[in-house]
């Protein structure tokens, strides 16, 4: 999406515009952009599309990485960027590889380090959550891709704020305020707003952004939202994998389950018998290696 498209949508949303103004949030990265023209084509050229991905070691060894992860169910196992391409199709392809850019494009350090890998924990319990459930309109590929996505926006304002880190943690044990808010009265924007612009910026598709705006709102997956069905299975199922995933590797808990738990739970249609199910096959999940 082109900062003027992005600045469009902004006009309606006056958190959405601030941040964009205060707040430096990345650009598409040349190589993303490149690819993602490439597969919007009509007749998309894949041996072009295999040598744009094959000149970035990294990107490469990432998406055959990706695409052959034991937690997805392929016809077969990928031996070249031109098979991933294939396997996956174009549309998932670009999602994984933006996935994976997106850790490349902030400096790694101890704190972000454990911040790529509980998103990629979380995103792989997407993944098995949506194969598990088999609720219809939630593909594996695509959970995955949000999961990874939906809190995009913290790096991006822990870059900015030097408290930040400080307002992470107030947010996260307010057993009253609604997460956004709470950042909101510190810093005066939240990490949705942020990865939504991110996540709009970078071409993600429409459900995959309004889902990450909304993604600590209860009135978003509560009865009668108005959002898309899909937006509302993302929030869903990510506030349920990260609440797996804080209980069974003994993580603290934050105040997000108790606060949107049952509406989760409600949307995925999942009761109270399947709970200790799914608590104990996640364990197998979250340790096994990718």
């Known amino acids: 999406m082109t900062d003027e498209q992005l600045k469009f949508h902004a006009k309606s949303d006056p958190l959405l515009e601030r941040s964009l103004l205060e707040v430096d949030i990345p650009p598409c990265p040349e190589i993303l952009v490149r690819i993602i023209a490439e597969t919007r084509k009509d007749e998309p050229d894949f041996n072009k599309l295999t ?13 055959l990485k990706a695409t052959n992860s034991p937690f997805f169910i392929r016809p ?3 031996r070249s960027v031109h098979d991933a391409l294939s396997i996956l199709g174009l549309r998932v392809a670009s999602h994984t590889i933006a996935g994976i850019v997106l850790r490349k494009a902030f400096p790694d350090s101890p704190s972000m380090i454990r911040f790529w890998d509980a998103s990629a ?3 792989r ?8 459930l088999d609720i219809p309109g939630l ?3 695509d959970a995955f891709t949000y999961g990874l996505f939906h809190d995009c926006g913290i790096p991006v304002l822990i870059a900015r704020f030097p408290n930040y880190k400080d307002v992470l943690g107030k947010a996260n044990q307010d057993t009253e305020t609604e997460f956004t808010m709470r950042e909101e009265s510190l810093v005066q924007t939240n990490h949705a707003v942020v990865g939504c612009a991110l996540a709009q910026r970078w071409w993600l598709p429409e459900d995959m952004y309004v889902a990450i705006l909304h993604h600590h709102q209860l009135k978003a997956i509560a009865d009668g939202s108005d959002l898309p069905r899909s937006s509302r299975l993302f929030i869903a199922t990510t ?4 609440h797996i995933v804080q209980e ?11 606060k949107l738990g049952p509406a989760c739970l409600r949307m995925l249609k999942i009761d109270e018998d399947d709970l200790a199910f799914l608590y104990e096959e996640a364990k197998q999940v979250l340790s096994t290696p990718d």
């Not at 040598?51 to 998406?63: E, F, N, P, R």
């Not at 506030?239 to 990260?242: K, P, S």
């Open 51 to 63: 040598d744009l991905i094959s000149a970035d070691v990294a990107l490469a060894a990432g998406l």
């Open 239 to 242: 506030q349920f994998a990260e």
């Open 125 to 132: 319990l997407c993944a098995w959550l949506a194969m598990k």
């Open 248 to 258: 069974q590797l003994g993580l603290d808990l934050t105040q997000e389950w108790p």
């Open 139 to 141: 593909n594996p590929d």
């Open 121 to 123: 924990r979380t995103a």
């Open 76 to 78: 077969q196992r990928a």
